[in-house]
């Protein structure tokens, strides 16, 4: 779905000799805990140093009395507001608190263990001088512990948070964005409500899907609205150490399964699992049939030809795992609404 014959405009403007930005950004960026305090010091650092500055940050706590405190103290006096979650805990909550507080004609949303590039705010703000555009989001990098795990496919790196195989290279119109980079005009939210407390995460509970039912319901009741991926517009998502564990891969991909069965209640299966059929039948068998060529012709075997293998065994493991979710998704929601009948 690239969109190659699509003009952007510069992202700012000139009025009278004087050069002011097209639109005004709130970034919201969402914590829960203290054992990202590094983390969140970089996030908003990142925010901080930008070419096209913010018009303001909100860092929302998620009901932690002790996080809250550290980040007055550290950012008491700065530009930064410190606000709490007023909803139930949770992601979604959290930013439904960050949108309530902004005022800027777009909302950004940088996840606390991301760092955004400096011409972020700039690369984003660029595509909103077009009306029709709701939303624009962007390219994830993941930064891992260590070194990337051999076994992890690329296309299911969406499973640590970051963008994968199957995306977009260029700039494009898409269903939904990656959470943890992403904007939507603050006039979107008051148009079709904000996030759904029906799905997210919830302190490490690897659900999610948020983002992509929010972004959906965009679609489906605002004409002639616009969301785009700009790969360009970059932020660097730190991938903690147990994520790179293949039992985290599974549970991970188990629960995406199971958001996606309420992501389809909510919005319906047609729409709800549009991008998913596109990636089931044309990109995974692609990276299976790539994992098993990498392992033939690489003579001699050793741990690069295991990796390879692995990364197809890998692929069938965690589209299994995310079908049985989805399936079990589906059973529980029937029962729910048997009994509510």
Not at 222 to 241: C, G, K, Q, T
Request: a neutral charge; hydrophobic letters at 40%.
């Amino acid at each position: 779905m690239t969109v190659d014959d699509l003009s952007v405009p510069s992202a700012r403007v000139v009025d009278s000799g004087a050069i002011r930005p097209a639109v005004t950004v709130s970034v919201v960026i969402c914590a829960y805990t203290m054992a990202r305090w590094d983390d969140i010091r970089a996030s908003v650092d990142s925010v901080l140093i930008q070419t096209l500055p913010a018009h303001e940050v909100l860092l929302v706590i998620d009901h932690s009395d002790e996080l809250r405190a550290a980040c007055i103290e550290a950012f008491g006096g700065s530009s930064v507001r410190v606000l709490e979650n007023t909803e139930r805990q949770g992601l979604s909550g959290a930013r439904n608190s960050g949108v309530a507080a902004a005022t800027g004609d777009v909302v950004a949303f940088l996840d606390d263990d991301a760092a955004a590039d400096s011409d972020w705010i700039e690369r984003l703000s660029a595509h909103y001088a077009d009306p029709n555009v709701a939303g624009v989001g962007g390219y994830a990098e993941p930064v891992w512990p260590d070194a990337r795990p051999g076994w992890l496919p690329q296309e299911f790196d969406w499973v640590v948070g970051c963008s994968y195989t199957g995306q977009p290279t260029e700039l494009a119109v898409v269903r939904n964005f990656i959470g943890c980079n992403m904007s939507l005009r603050r006039s979107v939210f008051g148009e079709v409500g904000g996030f759904s407390h029906q799905i997210g995460r919830i302190g490490k509970t690897p659900l999610g899907c948020e983002e992509t039912e929010l972004c959906i319901r965009v679609n489906q009741r605002i004409d002639h609205s616009s969301l785009l991926f700009e790969p360009a517009m970059r932020v660097h998502h730190r991938v903690s150490p147990d994520r790179v564990r293949a039992s985290y891969f599974f549970r991970r991909c188990y629960a995406e399964g199971l958001s996606k069965a309420v992501v389809s209640q909510l919005v319906g299966a047609t729409d709800g699992l549009e991008s998913e059929r596109s990636y089931v039948s044309r990109v995974l068998p692609a990276g299976v049939l790539r994992g098993v060529a990498d392992a033939v012709s690489r003579r001699g075997g050793g741990t690069s030809r295991r990796e390879a293998l692995g990364r197809s065994a890998a692929i069938v493991g965690g589209l299994a795992t995310t079908v049985a979710g989805y399936g079990a998704g589906r059973i529980r929601l029937a029962l729910r609404a048997r009994r509510t009948h």
